[in-house]
């Protein structure tokens, strides 16, 4: 199993496979939405991550048009994979916590600061 998904799993207490879907949408997401040059660095630097990013496609689906895409797209993505608010927010803290370790400070923060709304869950 990839680094990634079982610290943020054992972290967060989720199955490895939800916390697998999970972070593959949430990396998905990132690359959509973020700062191409900081979100590509960041998932380039996580051992594993691109291919999460691509296992999930970004695909929002007919909910996700409606939505409009963004931050609450990738919420209701994720409450739709099993999880709820809270282990929504720490999924997010954690995996930002372990994409600081491979990427650094700097290329987390771009990347947080360039899709709105996400500053509010890490």
Do not use: C, H
């Not at 594993?48 to 990738?74: H, K, P, V």
Request: aromatic share 4%; no cysteine.
């Amino acid at each position: 199993m990839n680094e990634l998904v079982s610290k943020v799993a054992d972290a967060v207490g989720l199955e490895p496979a939800v916390a697998e879907k999970a972070i593959g949408l949430m990396l998905s997401f990132l690359k959509k939405e973020g700062d191409d040059q900081a979100v590509s660095a960041m998932i380039a630097a996580i051992p594993g991550a691109e291919e999460l990013a691509a296992s999930q496609n970004g695909g929002g689906g007919f909910l996700g048009g409606l939505l409009g895409g963004g931050i609450m797209a990738l919420g209701q993505q994720l409450m739709s994979a099993g999880l709820g608010m809270g282990e929504i927010t720490s999924l997010a803290k954690e995996t930002m916590n372990v994409a600081r370790q491979y990427a650094g400070d700097q290329v987390v923060d771009d990347v947080i600061a360039s899709v709105p709304g996400l500053s509010q869950f890490v």
